[in-house]
């Protein structure tokens, strides 16, 4: 019975530490999603069509090397120029991904201070302004955020780990 709480234990400690993680990169993540949306445009590619030059590009010697290059396909993007692109890609929706559920979490928070601090929290403001903003002490602040820690770790991480096992 007690390897059984401490696993369980375990479980909602790591679910916080992910709760406070996602929360304190947020707002870097928020930026990243925003630069990448905003360089894509300097880009002409699809994201098709740097998946065909990743695959051509693997395709080095042979008839297949000349015959599966699509005509019309600009070749001044690289191999590894297209790899990037993808990687950035795969992380942008990553981000944008987390971001929407901890936004749709944050917004099911039903106490409004709780609601205030994590959205402090998110947007990269410090302890100490969030403090001025709702006229309160640093520490009240802070047992507010672990209270929106708890709250948000068993909306977006714990249901999850306990039914994954």
């Known amino acids: 019975m007690e390897i059984v709480a401490d696993?369980?234990?375990?479980?909602i400690m790591e679910a916080m530490q992910r709760v406070e993680q996602d929360l304190r990169?947020?707002?870097?993540?928020?930026?990243?999603?925003a630069n990448f949306h905003k360089n894509r445009e300097k880009f002409s590619y699809?994201?098709?069509e740097l998946e065909?030059?990743?695959k051509i590009s693997t395709v080095k010697f042979g008839p297949e090397a000349v015959a599966s290059r699509p005509v019309g396909l600009n070749s001044d993007i690289t191999f590894w120029e297209a790899k990037k692109l993808l990687r950035?890609?795969?992380r942008v929706?990553?981000?944008e991904h987390k971001l929407k559920r901890l936004e749709e979490a944050v917004a099911k928070l039903e106490?409004?201070?709780e609601r205030v601090v994590a959205e402090g929290l998110m947007d990269g403001v410090k302890i100490n302004?969030?403090?001025?903003q709702l006229d309160v002490s640093r520490r009240v602040v802070y047992d507010i955020k672990q209270s929106v820690i708890r709250k948000l770790a068993v909306e977006l991480y714990l249901n999850d780990m306990i039914a994954a096992g």
């Not at 696993?7 to 479980?11: L, S, T, V």
């Not at 990169?25 to 999603?33: P, R, S």
């Not at 302004?129 to 001025?132: G, K, R, Y």
């Open 7 to 11: 696993k369980q234990m375990d479980r």
């Open 25 to 33: 990169d947020c707002h870097w993540m928020a930026e990243e999603v």
């Open 46 to 48: 699809t994201r098709e």
């Open 52 to 54: 065909e030059i990743v």
């Open 88 to 90: 950035q890609w795969e």
């Open 93 to 95: 929706i990553r981000y």
């Open 111 to 113: 106490d409004e201070r």
């Open 129 to 132: 302004e969030i403090a001025q």
